[in-house]
């Protein structure tokens, strides 16, 4: 499986950007990708998620309402449309896939915990100015 993500950039305050994931090689159709971020000296923290079973969607608080993710099925791509940015949300975004999910292996916090996804991204770089 590789996961390629793209779209990350300079940009200001209050500015959008869209950031998209391109995955290859996944084996089962009942996936979840997600996407998390990790600034200088803090941990990877969870952004959001979807399924691709049931096209569920989660978001942490801190973007909700700002942040959409959305899917394009027919590439296996997950795009990450991030609008009224903030400074705190500059980071390095990866995105990441768990091959295989159904509601059955749910728990409250499966999509936000890293160790829930197979593979990662490379990273791409996210700077908000002020």
């Known amino acids: 499986v590789q996961l390629q993500a793209c779209g990350g950039g300079l940009v200001q305050s209050g500015d959008s950007l869209r950031l998209s994931c391109a995955a290859s090689g996944l084996a089962f159709p009942n996936h979840v990708m997600g996407w998390f971020r990790q600034a200088p000296g803090k941990e990877r923290e969870f952004v959001a998620a979807?399924?691709?079973?049931?096209?569920?969607?989660y978001y942490a608080d801190s973007v909700k309402g700002r942040f959409t993710i959305s899917r394009d099925n027919a590439k296996d791509t997950v795009y990450l449309q991030m609008n009224s940015l903030k400074p705190e949300d500059a980071a390095v975004y990866y995105c990441?896939?768990?091959?295989?999910?159904?509601?059955?292996?749910?728990?409250?916090?499966?999509?936000?915990?890293?160790?829930?996804?197979?593979?990662w991204g490379q990273g791409t770089l996210v700077t908000v100015s002020s």
């Open positions: 979807l399924s691709w079973s049931d096209s569920s969607t």
């Open positions: 990441a896939v768990r091959q295989y999910y159904t509601s059955a292996f749910y728990y409250p916090s499966i999509f936000n915990s890293p160790s829930e996804y197979d593979f």
